[in-house]
């Protein structure tokens, strides 16, 4: 069974930064890329970009790009995505998903973690 | 970034009944769009892609139709499983972007 476990919701301060992970089991996790997604009330699903951990090259969202760090670890099978700078613009639930290994076109996501919630407080 | 539109945002609906999600891109996507369905204490599920290719383990009561700028989900006699939020996601060019959702009630 492909599953995706994503790592605790946390609860960061202004101006801090958080790194969240996406342990992947069930696949071999160098068969496939993984995208990262941000889901908050005023804007609905955002992709936020795409590591293929086998050559471990990223695309970014343009909008994203600064904010978020993916990296990845194929020793441990684990994604990482780092977001910097938090502001409450940044508290929104962080999804990983898995998709095709191929980063000409954008991939579809065929299976999600449960996601991460960021909530951005003082 | 290409606009996805989805509409309704609300249907309510009985099982045994069908209905149909629209999907709208503001460019033309080709056939490269996807449906996902959303359900609490679940993972996000992917039910078809390239507009009408279901996905595996998708029922056959789900289909999907359109190209170009718009699309349709339809679900003929409503399972009570499939009481969800379903999003549109096109997947011709970058950045990915999603619809806004419809939330699929019971009636």
């Known amino acids: 069974e492909v599953k995706l476990q994503q790592s605790g919701d946390e609860l960061v301060r202004p101006g801090a930064s958080v790194k969240m992970s996406c342990k992947a089991s069930?696949?071999?996790?160098?068969?496939?890329?993984m995208h990262w997604v941000k889901q908050s009330p005023g804007q609905g699903l955002e992709w936020i970009g795409t590591i293929i951990p086998l050559i471990d090259t990223t695309s970014y969202n343009q909008k994203f790009k600064g904010k978020a760090t993916l990296t990845a670890d194929k020793s441990s099978n684990t994604a990482y995505m780092e977001l910097s700078r938090l502001t409450s613009e940044d508290s929104a639930v962080y999804y990983c998903?898995?998709?095709?290994?191929?980063?000409?076109?954008?991939?579809?996501?065929?299976?999600w973690g449960q996601g991460a919630s960021v909530t951005v407080s003082s | 970034d290409v606009q996805m539109t989805q509409s309704p945002s609300y249907l309510a609906a009985s099982p045994g009944e069908s209905v149909s999600i629209s999907c709208k891109a503001s460019?033309?996507?080709?056939?490269?769009l996807a449906w996902y369905q959303e359900k609490p204490g679940k993972t996000n599920k992917l039910l078809i892609y390239?507009?009408?290719t279901l996905q595996s383990g998708t029922p056959s009561r789900f289909s999907g139709s359109g190209s170009g700028t718009d699309f349709t989900l339809t679900i003929r006699s409503l399972e009570p499983e499939d009481f969800a939020v379903y999003y549109c996601q096109q997947h011709n060019e970058y950045p990915q972007t999603f619809g806004g959702g419809t939330k699929l009630e019971l009636k």
């Open positions: 390239s507009g009408s």
């Open positions: 460019k033309s996507i080709n056939t490269y």
């Open positions: 069930g696949y071999t996790f160098t068969d496939y890329a």
């Open positions: 998903a898995r998709g095709p290994m191929v980063l000409i076109t954008p991939g579809v996501m065929d299976a």
